[in-house]
């Protein structure tokens, strides 16, 4: 079954300001490189959305070396929250004020 990818405010925030970070630190190719990642795991998570590692009623999906996605299921509606795509490289303890 496949499920319905629902984008939250925070979710499509992040995502445009890792888009721009990659940009900026290194250039269009890579730009488009991570958004070919993203499709191709997004793909992935609707088939299958327990691909991720579950901690805290959050699973988190690593997209790339430097970039995770966090996101929750909703078993009832067939749905999946996206919630954040974070940065590895930043501060952990901010994360957890994100989630």
Known sequence: MIYKLYWTFKAESSYYEEIEYIYLKWNIK???KFEDLVSTELGRLI?????GRLSNNKYSLTISKQATLFYRINE???SIE???FWNNQK???ELNKLL
Not at 47 to 51: A, C, L, M, S, W
């Open 30 to 32: 890579e730009v488009i």
């Open 47 to 51: 088939q299958n959305p327990t691909i």
């Open 76 to 78: 009832k509606q067939k």
């Open 82 to 84: 996206l919630l954040l």
């Open 91 to 93: 501060n952990p303890e």
